[in-house]
């Protein structure tokens, strides 16, 4: 009887010690993470300071804790293509299958100039299509049934599997990049040559930006006070011109320069009776061109400076009782800062 009862105590022990076993190698069967192919796509666009591919895939493996997801010959894939508006930066990320069929995507953006804000944005997401969160099973689920025969051994435990793949959401509307953005614009300062005497000058212009070239239209007001006569008496000049202009973002995408040419047609006007201009000239024709750099303070604010040297083909006079008293230059120039407010197209 003692030789029976040691029998099963020892099978018991047996019995207890392979259970243990087996759930302490199931718990530590570490979850894997089926492999993705990433296209990364940054864009011909794209601020210099953006991310690279191998930043991206460095950032999701530290969030995987080491782990690469990503293979060149996964059946799977994730495209993420960074596009680039007039105020701000998109990553468009896309998600296919082994079959190719779309299994989700999503857009994030930052600000133009903060491409390290969208990389954060987008390892995210890119965590969340690799490797999903699954709840685990209920407490109710994992009691078992008193009536149910035990047993012989417990399962092996398994991750849960992935839920089926959502219906991808809709996308949001994207601009084209063909719609331009308008902007207007308000600048003060001072022009030199288009009157006897150095000008107040002030402009407002309203334009068509695409995130290269723009082109627009500018009104131009220029006032000098006390010409070289012996009475008191003022200058006036009034142009309208019209600009063709290419920006270039400098350092980052909150700063930029400026490069334009122009062609105006101006009037030239005194307050006196007796100063006419020649040859009753009083229209300018103006051919020049325009430097300026500029400053994004916000999104929907910027500040710019710049400076215009225009030639003058044809170049009135002013006469005071028959005698020439100043004729224009061949060249004027102004200087000007100014305020530019920018608005979407919907």
């Not at 690279?52 to 293979?71: C, E, N």
């Not at 296919?96 to 804000?117: F, K, L, M, Y």
């Not at 063709?244 to 101006?266: E, H, I, T």
């Not at 020649?278 to 400076?307: I, Q």
């Amino acid at each position: 009887m003692r030789d029976a009862s040691s029998r099963s105590c020892k099978a018991r022990l047996l019995l207890v010690a392979a259970l243990a076993c087996g759930s302490s190698e199931a718990t530590a069967q570490p979850s894997q993470v089926l492999p993705w192919r990433l296209d990364y796509a940054p864009g011909p666009n794209a601020p210099k300071n953006c991310p690279d591919k191998s930043y991206i895939k460095t950032a999701l493996a530290t969030k995987l804790k080491g782990h690469d997801p990503f293979t060149d010959d996964a059946p799977r894939s994730i495209s993420v293509k960074l596009v680039l508006t007039a105020q701000r930066i998109e990553a468009h990320i896309e998600a296919r299958d082994e079959n190719g069929e779309v299994v989700g995507n999503h857009v994030t953006h930052a600000e133009s100039w903060r491409c390290d804000q969208l990389a954060d944005r987008t390892v995210f997401y890119l965590r969340d299509i690799v490797d999903p969160v699954v709840l685990p099973p209920s407490e109710a689920d994992a009691v078992p049934n008193s009536s149910a025969p035990p047993a012989s051994s417990p399962p092996p435990l398994r991750r849960p599997p992935a839920p089926p793949p959502s219906r991808p959401a809709a996308k949001p509307p994207m601009r084209s990049p063909w719609l331009p953005q308008l902007a207007v614009s308000a600048s003060a300062g001072a022009a030199w040559w288009s009157a006897p005497k150095t000008a107040l000058s002030l402009a407002v212009g309203l334009e068509a930006r695409w995130p290269r070239f723009s082109v627009g239209v500018e009104g131009y007001y220029d006032h000098a006070w006390e010409l070289a006569t012996q009475q008191d008496v003022a200058a006036e000049r009034a142009a309208l011109a019209a600009l063709a202009c290419f920006r270039q973002d400098l350092f980052s995408a909150r700063a930029f320069a400026r490069a334009c040419l122009f062609g105006d047609v101006a009037l030239l006007l005194v307050d006196a009776q007796k100063i006419k201009l020649s040859d009753d000239d009083e229209l300018v024709f103006d051919l020049g061109a325009r430097v300026g750099v500029g400053f994004w303070l916000a999104r929907f604010l910027g500040l710019e400076l710049h400076g215009d040297v225009a030639c003058v083909p044809r170049q009135p006079a002013f006469v005071v009782d028959g005698e020439k008293l100043w004729r224009s230059p061949g060249l004027n120039g102004a200087v000007r800062l100014g305020l530019v407010v920018p608005f979407d197209i919907r």
